[in-house]
DNA sequence: CTAATATATGAGCATCTGTTCATATTTTCA
DNA sequence: TGAAAATATGAACAGATGCTCATATATTAG
């Protein structure tokens, strides 16, 4: 049997759904937490700081892949750059990041366990 | 001045993070909160179940254009439907989504606010 | 049964996205 | 100063995405 899930919404909430810019803003956010390369960074930046090259070897793309991502995140206010020598540090910007990662992997965990059974 | 955001990850969400399907499974739910038509679909199911019309008129987009956004919800689990006469009524499957929206949301704000000033 | 209303769906299309390749820029080291 | 290492960036392209249009399906009323 199904659950329907109805949530009391605050009225800070209920105001912020109808200003559309913020609306706007907050879709951007996810969208930055929709694609697998972007997912692997934030999630690996949560953790500390990394170079562009660090990265790289993380999440198995190319060096070229890493920074156009990296601008896009940049641009976003979502991580920021620091340099050091040659290497270029980037680190999370935003407390809200790790914040949204922690439930949608819970989310995604209770998704993939009930999918398998 | 800026500061570094670094957070601890306890260790289930760190085995989350090895598990390929658990990451791409999560990256699809917040692929489905990246769109503005979704996204107000969504935020309007927190407050309580819609017909495909009330929808519509809340979105300002065609019907057809609704249906095909309900069915990617459906599809990924995130809103059941349930047949009520002609109308099909949708509501929230997924508790973690309202969560996520709210954080969001909550950064989204802040963006917005400063961005502004 | 027929018309009307509500919803779903497939095809087609314009736009967006993520990647690679080539190359530019920056910094260090010899 | 010149080569090497690390990073950034622009162009180009294949694939994905979200929409509209036309049409199909389902339910109810007459």
């Given at each position: 049997m199904r659950e329907e899930h109805v949530v009391e919404m605050d009225e800070t909430i209920a105001n912020y759904l109808s200003n559309?810019?913020?609306v706007y803003e907050a879709t951007q956010?996810?969208?930055a937490l929709s694609d697998?390369?972007?997912?692997?960074?934030?999630?690996?930046l949560c953790v500390g700081s990394r170079?562009?090259?660090e990265l790289k070897d993380l999440c198995h793309v190319t060096q070229s892949a890493i920074s156009h991502q990296l601008r896009?995140?940049?641009?976003r206010g979502l991580v920021f750059?620091?340099?050091?020598?040659?290497?270029?540090?980037?680190s999370?910007?935003?407390e809200h990041v790790a914040t949204?990662?922690?439930v949608g992997l819970e989310h995604a965990a209770e998704a993939v366990s009930v999918e398998g059974e």
């Open positions: 559309e810019d913020i956010i996810f969208d697998y390369t972007r997912f692997q960074i934030l999630s690996s170079s562009v090259s896009l995140l940049r641009d750059a620091r340099r050091d020598g040659q290497r270029v540090i980037y999370l910007a935003d949204l990662m922690r």
